[in-house]
């Protein structure tokens, strides 16, 4: 029963060995790999510059770069989409910021900040002007930045819908070190000017 039960397992796995090669041999189809790069070459441009600002270099340790990818001629069209990131390059790795949905905690962002960086009154500004490059607000948004101070935490103003101000909420501790930072919808009244 054993030597049956043996046969049954080498010949499956043998079977599965075989059609795992033969798949990745079909898709390793060198002329279609070579066209289909060519395509993507002449349809898609991409291109990357450092974003060099006082603001990140003096409170991230990393360096920000901008990605401007653009589509075009696709369907025959003259039109062209572009798309747009701002990604964050540690060392070893590229990153997006994290995606602000609703209510936001934003653990990578705040491990981002250099270690010796202290949000205070004077470096308030250069705070808001380096969430004004990471996280910028579209065009068509009314200006509505602000920061202030209260209860131990900092909140930088973003956007303001039917009189509910939105932002980051960055708590510190006596020293101004950045303990956590989140994204909140909503503001309670009391923390709001």
């Not at 964050?88 to 934003?106: A, H, M, P, Q, Y």
Request: include cysteine.
């Amino acid at each position: 029963m054993t030597q049956i039960h043996k046969s049954l397992v080498c010949r499956s796995l043998l079977g599965m060995l075989f059609l795992s090669s033969f798949v990745s041999l079909a898709q390793q189809d060198v002329p279609s790999t070579h066209r289909l790069d060519t395509f993507m070459n002449e349809s898609c441009e991409m291109a990357y510059r450092e974003i060099p600002a006082d603001s990140i270099a003096q409170i991230l340790k990393y360096k920000v770069y901008h990605i401007t990818q653009e589509i075009k001629n696709l369907y025959g069209t003259k039109e062209s989409d572009v798309h747009k990131f701002i990604v964050i390059d540690n060392g070893e790795k590229v990153s997006c910021f994290e995606r602000i949905n609703g209510n936001t905690d934003l653990p990578k962002f705040q491990s981002y900040i250099r270690e010796d960086f202290k949000l205070t009154d004077q470096t308030a500004p250069l705070f808001q002007g380096m969430l004004d490059l990471t996280y910028p607000l579209p065009s068509w948004k009314p200006d509505k930045r602000e920061f202030f101070f209260t209860n131990g935490k900092w909140y930088f103003l973003r956007d303001a819908y039917f009189r509910t101000k939105q932002g980051f909420e960055v708590t510190v501790d006596a020293d101004g070190k950045v303990l956590s930072i989140c994204y909140k919808m909503k503001w309670d009244d009391p923390e709001s000017r």
